[in-house]
């Protein structure tokens, strides 16, 4: 799943813009031939969630519609033509002049279908699009449980199990793109470190099992280093031997220019030189020990709702660099691909996670088939971003759900419960998966306060949310940090991995002040933070803080949620930081 490029051999046109769109309430569009057009439309930005570009649409997540069209350049005659949809959540049906080419289950990941044989030169192509999000227990992350939500005295509309709005529409860009008859359909680059010099092994694979000469060359400015490619059956591999090799880290993030050239096609992508290890309770950098600082965030602004917006994922990246993060961790999936390319040039250190938010293990009927969606999502979201440098982590669920939780002592819940043992056979199974698909990079599963601790047993690393001092003994710093040491120390004792506490927050309203601090106040975000960031420092083993969340985000609508809104943020939905966002400056940014 290469990033579609443009380059002399290759093409692409971006097919972002206003396209036509209507809601089919009663899925009447396929017999009624709205591949062909839309009856009645209105305009609809791509990408973008519909959600908050109407307000009509606010809680709609049945079937609709996108449809524009076309030119296909006729320069491109003799390649093949994919159409490619960065995301469409949750389900997608691709149609081109009227055909129905291709249809996939998933948001937040990529898919494309070749068109070659459908396109209409020197005239207008029809491009429709239909996209549905309706919410189903087996759907991962899933809704409308059997039973009713697992959100207690937070469930409320829609019937989520998670807490976040579930944003439909196409959420990424829309493209064409062209490449040779026979075409690199794949690289894995995997690089290590020998002495001072760095080794950069590319294996290539060609859509064909054919066979011929290529090469892969690395560039760094002017210097050049070039290595044969001999295809057999269509693979062909490399090693690249770097002198004195430019690492890349999160305080120095050096890229290369990587090309792997074939005798019809070639293909470019940026490389980092570095290392991953787990030793101890420390992961280690390049050899060195790093702590993964900064957030849990969301894709979410206003009216763009889940949709690629890259002024605000610019403006993100400023505002993350300034409180001296360097890390966060793309929950609960997996973020565009723009976005991660962001992350390599910038040195962000990023925990990829697949869309496996609140797995309710209690409902175990619909375990297997939600397995085999986790699997699929796990291959699709290490086929798109297994090349970045800065993904050091594949998390393959948040806080998958026991059918009870303990919450009242935490450090474990019931392990006997039977949802305990089929959620660890379903976890160790994707985890294992991953380990096959990369064995370069730690794996983990983010873990729910009060769950069973032989969850984490696969775990390279281990990855806590905790809520003390908000969910647990609210308001009670003083209480809430001797439980959080307590158990910190615990889960050390027990595993000897690092951790990496993924969530902690306090849901904060900006304007208010509170002397004594009480909850919901900016003054107590600030001490809660400030008390975390401290029970931290004192130990070595914890690999990372990363505070929930980054900004307030649009949740479903609950008692619990003011406005519509998790006001957890560091930062205002619209990016106004509050007090705390100067308590992290403090831990993080003096380094
Ligand atoms: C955790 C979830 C996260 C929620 C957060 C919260 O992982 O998605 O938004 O709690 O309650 O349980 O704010």
Redesign the pocket.
Known sequence: MLYPIQNDKRNKLDLSGIWDFQTDPDEEGESNGWANGLKAPRPMAVPGSWNEQYEDLFGYLDLAWYARDTYVPSSWKGQRVFIRVGSANYHGAVYFNGVKIGEHDSGHLPFAFEVTGQVKWDEENKVAISVENVLKPTRVPSGNMPGGSSMGMFASSPATT???YPFAGIHRPVVLYTVPQTYIEDITVVTGINGPDGVVKVTARLNAPAAGQGSATLKDGATSIRADLVFKAGMAEATLVVPQAHLWSDADPHLYDLTVQTEEDHYSLKVGIRTLAVEGGHILLNGKPVKLNGFGRHEDFIASGKGLNLPLLVKDYQLMHWTGANSYRT??YPYSEEEMQMADREGMLIIDEIPA?SLQMGDEANIPVRLNVCLQQIEEMIARDKNHPAVVMWSVA??PMPKNLNLAGAAGGSEDDPSAKAGKAMLDAMIAHAKTLDATRPVTIVT?MGGPQSWMEQCDVICM?R?WGWYVLGGQLDLARSNLERELDQVWSQWHKPIIMT?F?ADTIPGYHGQPNVMWTEDFQADYIRMHLEVAAARDFIAGMQV??FADFAAVQSIARVGGL?H?GIFTRIRTPKMAAHVLREFWAKS
């Open positions: 998670f807490d976040f929950s609960h938010v948040n806080e729910v949310n809520y969530e927050g929930w969340n998790n957890k």
